[in-house]
């Protein structure tokens, strides 16, 4: 019988033909019409599937009350849920999330609690192909040829990922290569018995056709979402009303309030985007507590 380790590097193998054979043979045309994302939730709650990939995580020896984060540059700044873990979380009207701070709080992810560690599969810049590139895995740390994602879930061993990326994606502008990619993230994750998040990405105000291009991106991550039956965090919809739709001055990362903390949670520091983000990362994981614990 083939190892874990076995089924994962062919999986791999079968995900990055798929990639190629996608990119060479679909033409834009083909692609659907795009969903409307302000028809789904900001909040999922667990379904059928989060519940047997936890009951599978936890026959691998997975960590209930960790969670690694995946992703590009809006998910390893330092304002994305490390004000949580490093002391300067006000939960304000918010009290009921208290428990779901508590129960991640408790592990040593890898450098820290699950809210401040430094994630192996997250960097500044980077596309979904860079999540899977071996080449862009932390030396010394996992070796083999592992990708990225491959090396933050097997050192870290969680339960649950939260995984928002396609915004540098917009600027190759391959919808196709980019779903095959991110149905390979998920599938992945799913094969180390992990639960993922899908979130969709904000808008882009920098570039007019790259802001053109997020309607389409996020459809292809609500149709992965759907497709695996797996929870979709709609961060896009949760900014929509904020000003500038969320964003800071340059048009692509979520805005900061002027004292830095993203973790207060009263109504003039929720005006800003990252504090939203981090808010609705703590109702993600809150609804996520029955089938973990």
């Known amino acids: 019988m083939l190892s874990r380790a076995s089924i994962i590097k062919i999986i791999g193998i079968l995900g990055l033909f798929f990639t190629l054979l996608v990119e060479a043979s679909a033409p834009a045309a083909a692609l659907p019409n795009l969903l409307d994302a302000h028809a789904f939730p900001v909040i999922p709650y667990a379904s059928a599937r989060a519940r047997r990939l936890a009951l599978i995580g936890r026959r691998f020896g997975n960590r209930a009350n960790v969670f690694s984060k995946v992703g590009d540059s809006i998910t390893a700044m330092g304002y994305f849920l490390v004000p949580v873990g490093n002391g300067g979380l006000r939960l304000g009207g918010y009290e009921n999330l208290g428990w779901a701070v508590q129960w991640f709080s408790q592990a040593m992810a890898r450098t820290n609690n699950s809210f401040a560690n430094e994630s192996l599969a997250a960097m500044g810049g980077w596309t979904s192909y860079d999540v899977l590139d071996p080449n862009k895995a932390a030396p010394g740390i996992c070796n083999g040829g592992a990708t990225p994602l491959e090396c933050e879930l097997g050192v870290t061993r969680p339960s649950v990922a939260l995984i928002m990326i396609g915004t540098n994606d917009l600027a190759h502008g391959n ?62 919809l949760a900014i929509q009303n904020l000003s500038n739709n969320g964003l800071s001055t340059d048009g692509v990362h979520p805005s900061v309030p002027p004292d830095q903390n ?32």
């Not at 973790?263 to 609804?287: E, K």
């Open 175 to 236: 919808v196709a290569g980019f779903a095959a990619n991110l149905n390979r993230i998920v599938t992945i994750t799913e094969n180390f018995g992990v639960i993922p998040v899908l979130s969709t990405i904000p808008d882009r105000r920098d570039n007019l056709d790259l802001g053109n291009r997020v309607a389409a991106f996020n459809d292809v991550i609500i149709r992965t979402a759907l497709a695996h039956g797996i929870p979709l965090w709609n961060y896009w």
């Open 262 to 293: 993203t973790a207060v949670f009263d109504d003039f520091h929720l005006q800003y985007g990252f504090t939203m983000r981090n808010l609705t990362a703590l109702q993600v994981l809150n609804n996520l507590l029955p089938v973990l614990r």
